[in-house]
Nanobody, 123 residues
């Protein structure tokens, strides 16, 4: 069982930056692929970014490429997402996800999920 806890959300102006963090409850997470998905009001949950268990491979949705960066620190059981040049359309609840299959993370089919952190981009 993997327990995930997100933090770092908040209110930011357009063009601003935030860094999200997700801490996993177990060292076993070092063998899991990790990712971020988001759900905006009235919309379905969508993939944002993912990173392989060893940190070698990263994947991004086209809408965030060049603006968001995912990374992980396995010594701290933590995955991060640096979000720059935020836009109002980035407003959503951001969820951390973990799975042994990276495709499942990207497809929103992960075994493990956090409860989410709200990001609001508004002037």
């Amino acid at each position: 069982q993997v327990h995930l806890v997100e933090s770092g959300g908040g209110l930011v102006q357009p063009g601003g930056s935030l860094r999200l963090s997700c801490v996993a409850s177990t060292d076993a997470c070092t063998s899991y692929n990790l990712g971020w998905l988001r759900q905006a009001p009235g919309k379905e949950r969508e993939f944002v970014a993912a990173i392989s268990y060893d940190g070698v491979n990263t994947y991004y949705a086209d809408s965030v490429k060049g603006r968001f960066t995912i990374s992980r620190d396995n010594a701290k059981n933590t995955v991060y997402m640096q979000m720059n040049d935020l836009k109002p359309e980035d407003t959503a609840v951001y969820y951390c996800a973990a799975d042994s299959n990276s495709a499942y993370v990207m497809q929103g089919l992960s075994d493990y999920w956090g409860k989410g952190t709200l990001v609001t981009v508004s002037s």
